[in-house]
């Protein structure tokens, strides 16, 4: 079993940062690829970053490329989101997901493990 905790999320304006965090527990950290999803109000929960194993590897959603940058620290059993120029359509609650692929994937379907999610407003 693992547990997930997101952290970070609040209120910023346009063009502002914000680092989410993603505390794990329960297993060994570096077992498992982790992500970062996002679910506006009235859509669909939407995929916005991975990272492999061991941190090497990562991948991003097209809407964020260039502004977002997700890490790990494998020795802190935490992944990072670190959220940069900032715009409204950004706003939604942010989850971290665990799974036991080497890498992760832009599907939510492979994500064994969820976090309980942290919400990001971005005002304009």
């Known amino acids: 079993q693992v547990q997930l905790v997101e952290s970070g999320g609040g209120l910023v304006q346009a063009g502002g940062s914000l680092r989410l965090s993603c505390a794990a527990s329960?297993?060994?950290?570096?077992?498992?690829?982790m992500g970062w999803f996002r679910q506006a109000p009235g859509k669909e929960r939407e995929f916005v970053a991975t990272i492999s194993r061991g941190g090497v590897t990562t991948y991003y959603a097209d809407s964020v490329k260039g502004r977002f940058t997700i890490s790990r620290d494998n020795a802190k059993n935490t992944v990072y989101l670190q959220m940069n120029s900032l715009k409204p359509e950004d706003t939604a609650v942010y989850y971290c997901?665990?799974?036991?692929?080497?890498?992760?994937?832009?599907?939510?379907?492979?994500?064994?493990?969820w976090g309980q999610g942290t919400q990001v407003t971005v005002s304009s």
């Open positions: 329960g297993r060994i950290f570096s077992s498992y690829a």
């Open positions: 997901a665990a799974t036991f692929r080497s890498m992760g994937t832009t599907s939510d379907g492979v994500y064994d493990y």
